[in-house]
């Protein structure tokens, strides 16, 4: 079986729309949340949310089978992040060919998309309907656009799990190229569903903060006792992951090793974690047993990314999964949500979650929970509060849970041969 790295990192976020804003951002405890633009939000009970208002479509129009007006903003997001990845990874931007692949997530991809065209054919008929309806809002499109950008061959297709969409993907893509199917993957995930209807929904289901319209950056407050809900943003993060033989070959450099990564279901409730958490302690488990790590040993040296949403039954049954695996050892864990920075970035979360796990990693600095002011003794973790630490750390665990009972868990670990190591964070 291949070994598998992480080579490249690209960023569409609230805190930057490249990697190095991203993670200086991340480190100086900067929240992207904000009041909404580029919708009407005048009626709406949420106003907030990490919104990406300027893109530079250079990087989105790369060649004449592309086009940023024919794509989704999800699509665009993707393209954009992709650019970046390929760029830092060392990898050629065209004519990729057939032995490189595109496999990402995204829990909503055309939310946009679908919301404009529908209000053209309730208030102007079908004939004002976009011919590029379908190309736009399909769940396939942002992975196809990328395959176009870059002349990648090898296969592309889209993995929707909710929240746990970019993990799956992650997970394909490892596995793609332990089996010896491609040289590289684009992996990761986007998602532009900070819309009306987004919005609404998510609210009227009461998952998301109403209360804090008008203080936005602090808003998204995980594993705090005083947390009450999440907030949606948007963006994209894409990643190379890269076999052994092909980064040696070309001389790259990697952020990260790719150990493992695992899925369960709950089968328990379709919106709500099971508060016992046992599925999720189950893909924690397999995830460290396939990586070949016995929790107990690691603690001390682990980073753990959590899901961290801001709910009251996520981060209560998170906190339970963690202690459940580690058992004592589990206050040794440094533990952080940047999604108290970034806000929810639903599909996306998992994949740049896994780019501040790399980075993490390479640099040994480790990203804060910010808002955290009241401990709940529900949630009694070490959670980084408020400000970064530096900490060298092995190993980075990636946790997402998303609706579906969906349940995933990645593991990566730090570079040791010098010769691959990236110190340029």
């Not at 904000?34 to 990087?59: F, P, S, W």
């Not at 919301?115 to 976009?130: A, C, F």
């Not at 929810?344 to 501040?356: D, L, P, T």
């Amino acid at each position: 079986m291949q070994r598998v790295f992480i080579s490249g990192i690209g960023v569409v976020s609230c805190l930057g729309n490249d990697r190095r804003t991203f993670w200086k951002n991340i480190n100086s405890a900067k929240c992207g949340i904000d009041t909404l633009k580029v919708h009407d939000i005048t009626d709406m009970e949420v106003t907030i949310g990490g919104e990406i208002v300027e893109l530079d479509l250079a990087n989105v129009n790369l060649n004449d089978r592309v086009s940023a007006r024919k794509m989704d903003r999800a699509s665009q997001f993707a393209v954009h992040a992709a650019k970046e990845a390929l760029v830092d990874a060392g990898l050629p931007l065209e004519d990729i060919g057939e032995n490189a692949a595109v496999i990402l997530g995204a829990g909503l991809s055309g939310l946009e998309t679908y919301e404009t065209q529908h209000e053209k054919l309730l208030t102007r008929g079908p004939s004002r309907v976009s011919p590029f309806t379908i190309p736009m809002l399909m769940p396939n499109a942002p992975p196809g656009n990328v395959s176009l950008a870059f002349g990648v061959q090898g296969t592309a297709y889209t993995t929707s799990s909710a929240c746990s969409s970019s993990g799956h993907a992650m997970i394909d893509a490892f596995e793609y190229l332990r089996r010896g199917d491609a040289d590289f993957v684009i992996t990761g995930g986007t998602e532009a569903s900070l819309t009306r209807l987004g919005l609404s929904s998510f609210v009227n289901m009461r998952a998301m903060n109403k209360s804090m319209n008008d203080r936005p950056q602090e808003s998204m407050r995980p594993f705090d006792a005083d947390r009450g809900g999440f907030i949606m943003s948007e963006g994209a993060s894409m990643l190379i992951f890269e076999t052994e033989e092909h980064l040696r070959k070309r001389g790259g450099r990697a952020w990260a090793e790719v150990l493992s990564g695992r899925s369960t279901s709950d089968s328990f409730h379709l919106t709500q974690p099971d508060p016992d958490g046992k599925k999720a302690i189950r893909a924690i488990q397999l995830a460290l047993d396939k990586a070949g790590l016995d929790p107990q040993k690691i603690a001390s040296e682990t980073y753990v990314s959590a899901h961290g949403t801001s709910t009251q039954y996520n981060d209560a049954m998170e906190t339970v999964a963690l202690r459940s695996v580690f058992g004592s050892d589990a206050d040794q864990l440094h533990i952080s949500s940047i999604k108290s920075m970034l806000g929810h970035m639903i599909g996306a979360a998992c994949a740049i979650e896994m780019s501040a796990c790399a980075l993490a990693l390479t640099s040994g600095t480790l990203p804060p929970t910010i808002n955290y002011t009241t401990p709940d003794p529900g949630c009694d973790l070490n959670y980084i509060p408020n400000a970064a630490i530096q900490r060298e750390c092995r190993y980075a665990i990636n946790n997402s849970f998303g609706f579906g009972g969906h349940n995933v868990s990645l593991v990566i670990g730090r570079v040791d041969e010098q010769e691959l190591q990236r110190t340029d964070v």
